[in-house]
């Protein structure tokens, strides 16, 4: 089996079951053996994209949450700091409570904008996953081009 033949059996398949990351260097390692030093490289660079994704996107959520929930909530909280420093008879019982239905509505806020931006990103899915496919045919149509263009 040529290598043509081999990477398009294997795109062919993706296309029909896409596979894991490993399971798909697995498979191109046992179908396209001279290649080995090159999937081994590639498969420690996926590795490295994806510790450092990873990192940057945790980063960027906890932005997303102090930008867009935690200073609103903590301007609410200033000002009624304030206006408990300026009562002449300051309840503690009204404080405590207060404080703890601030933090009950701080995490309900946070689980329930979460939830929206994860199935707005969500409804991305499907897009993504045809636009994969339809790369993977292309790159199917190629090889065969290529190989009625050489034999």
Known sequence: MTRRNALEKVLQQEIEAPASDRALFDRL??????????????????????????????RAWFRRFGWRIIRPFLGVAVLASVGFALQRSVDPTLGVMLF????????????????????????KLPDFEAEYRARLEAQIDRLRQAGRESG
């Open 100 to 123: 703890l239905a601030g933090a009950a509505a701080l995490y309900v806020i946070i689980q329930l904008a979460a939830m929206r931006w994860a199935n707005r990103d969500l409804k």
């Open 29 to 58: 390692a046992r179908d396209l053996p001279d290649q080995a030093a090159l999937l081994d490289f590639l498969a420690l660079r996926l590795e490295h994209v994806q510790r450092v994704f990873y990192v940057r996107a945790e």
